[in-house]
């Protein structure tokens, strides 16, 4: 018996292994598009993971919960334990109630989540890419780990918009607006890089990308970084800088000069993007209007 099955089980092994070798990216799992999306591209840990005094994220709690900060007119804002712990974290939410969270700004109990959680970016996230983040969530290791809730200044929306349950899949084989897609509703780059309608809280879209953005870096109470242009501009912009260049600073935090940015500038987390999200994401970039920056 032996002697006759274990010949076909090998054969059998080999050929899914040679199968899973040529397995495109468009083919994975819908775990594996969350684990990638959460930690890498759109880095919920960004604000949901605590950080040390150097603001750098702290390693064995991620999406534990404690970036916190104090900011006039709005608040003191906590970001919460998303990890699956039922006490101290979302371990009772179904995945239904985390997407609807996500896209809608509305916990469970019906009570609204407030800023910065950018629902503005999130409610564009397309169907499958929510449910992929969700069911993802629900996998992570549980972290015990209590934080205070936020204390909010402001007046909280009674919502944040109409109620999306259907966004499409975007085109993954249109480079440029498959690159606007990751930089805008996953990543959010436009969120940090664009600055506020004067006196308001909404993006000036019109400047879309020229920075100038005042943005504390979690972990570093007092210390104030300015977001950087990222358009083409050739002075103020990145229109001179390479592909590879650009590449390096958003994913090891390091401009051409040599000088290190700030980790207000997510790039622990984006060392994890994917080489071909990237350059998606570069080429829609070098698509925008240059400008110049706003003194
Ligand atoms: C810019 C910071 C920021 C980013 C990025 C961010 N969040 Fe949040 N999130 C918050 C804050 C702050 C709150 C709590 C607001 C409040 O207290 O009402 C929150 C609340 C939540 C909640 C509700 C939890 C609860 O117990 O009330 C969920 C779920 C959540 N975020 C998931 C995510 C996921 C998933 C991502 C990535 C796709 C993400 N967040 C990215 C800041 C952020
Ligand atoms: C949480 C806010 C935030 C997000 C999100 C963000 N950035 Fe940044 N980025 C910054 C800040 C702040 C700086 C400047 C840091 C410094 O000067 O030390 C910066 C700097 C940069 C620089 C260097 C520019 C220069 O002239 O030095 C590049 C390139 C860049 N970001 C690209 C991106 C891309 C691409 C994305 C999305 C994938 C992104 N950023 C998302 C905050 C952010």
Not at 63 to 77: D, K
Not at 124 to 149: E, F, M, Q
Not at 188 to 212: M, V, Y
Request: hydrophobic residues 35%; aromatic residues 6%; contains cysteine.
């Amino acid at each position: 018996m032996l002697g006759t099955t274990l010949p076909a089980v090998v054969a059998i092994f080999a050929a899914a292994t040679l199968l899973a070798a040529q397995t495109p990216a468009s083919a994975e799992t819908l775990l594996e598009r969350g684990g990638y999306l959460t930690k890498s591209v759109a880095a919920c840990g960004r604000c949901h993971t605590p950080r040390d005094g150097n603001s750098n994220p702290i390693a064995g709690m991620e999406l534990a919960g404690g970036a916190e900060f104090t900011e006039p007119g709005t608040g003191h804002v906590v970001a919460p334990n998303i990890t699956p712990d039922r006490e101290t974290g979302i371990g009772r939410w179904t995945q239904a109630q985390i997407v609807n969270a996500i896209r809608n700004g509305v916990r469970p109990d019906g009570t609204i989540i407030g800023p910065p959680m950018p629902f503005s970016a999130y409610d564009d996230l397309s169907d499958r890419d929510v449910t992929a983040i969700a069911a993802y969530l629900r996998t992570v290791k549980p972290i015990r780990h209590a934080v205070p809730k936020s204390q909010y200044t402001m007046t909280l929306p009674t919502s944040h918009g109409p109620t999306v349950t259907h966004v499409e899949e975007p085109r993954h084989d249109d480079r440029i607006a498959y690159g606007a897609y990751l930089a805008g509703p996953v990543a959010h780059c436009i969120g940090c890089h664009t600055p506020l309608r004067e006196g308001g809280q909404q993006l000036d879209r019109k400047r879309a990308f020229s920075g100038g953005r005042q943005l504390h870096p979690y972990g570093q109470p007092g210390v104030l970084v300015m977001s950087r242009n990222v358009t083409p501009d050739p002075e103020d912009g990145v229109g001179k800088w390479s592909d590879a260049e650009i590449k390096r600073a958003t994913t090891a935090g390091i401009r051409p000069d040599g000088t290190r940015l700030s980790p207000a500038m997510p790039y622990p987390w984006y060392k994890g993007l994917r080489a071909a999200d990237l350059d998606a994401m570069i080429a829609y970039l070098r698509t925008v209007p240059p400008q110049k920056n706003v003194e």
